[in-house]
């Protein structure tokens, strides 16, 4: 990671596929961002980031994704040039991979707006990063945010 100092912490939570359980998720996402150093703004999007696509497990996930626990993995990655903070979110819903979800057109009227169908445009503005595999029966989203320390 260049020269000079370099630190990288993981940490990992487990969740029942519950509305009750994402909240608890994002409540632990947001403290255990900011006890790493993370900037407010940047733990602010990587949280509204989570509940969006724990929201979308649950809701599109199939009978798999609410018998087995959802996964989150945390991990930030600080040196003295730039910060990053992943969250992997892995949950054994239906594969889906939400990259190759051609992004909306913006309605131009209030006709052609249609309600839903938004928390994959606000996870893609919301991440500076965004990665999708399924292996071993799971999804694995991954998703980020990247900063420069003060100086």
């Known amino acids: 990671m260049g020269n000079g ?3 990288s912490l993981a940490e990992e939570f487990a969740i029942g596929a519950t509305a ?24 602010a999007r990587l949280t509204l980031c989570a509940l969006e696509v ?13 018998e087995a626990p959802i996964g989150l993995l945390l ?4 040196d003295t040039h730039h910060g990053e903070a992943r969250v992997t979110v892995s949950d054994a819903g239906r594969a889906f991979d939400p990259l190759t979800v051609p992004e909306r ?6 006709d052609e707006a249609s309600p839903g ?12 990063l965004l990665h999708y595999r399924h292996e071993a029966g799971r999804n694995h989203l991954v998703f980020g945010a990247r900063w ?3 100086r």
């Open 5 to 7: 100092f370099s630190a």
């Open 20 to 43: 009750v359980e994402a909240r608890r998720a994002s409540d632990w996402l947001e403290a255990a961002l900011l006890q790493r150093g993370v900037p407010q703004a940047q733990a």
């Open 54 to 66: 724990l929201a979308n497990v649950l809701a599109h996930g199939g009978k798999a994704a609410h």
């Open 75 to 78: 991990e930030v990655i600080l």
């Open 105 to 110: 057109a913006k309605p131009k009227t209030l």
């Open 117 to 128: 169908g938004m928390g994959l445009a606000l996870i893609r503005r919301c991440a500076d």
């Open 148 to 150: 420069s320390p003060p």
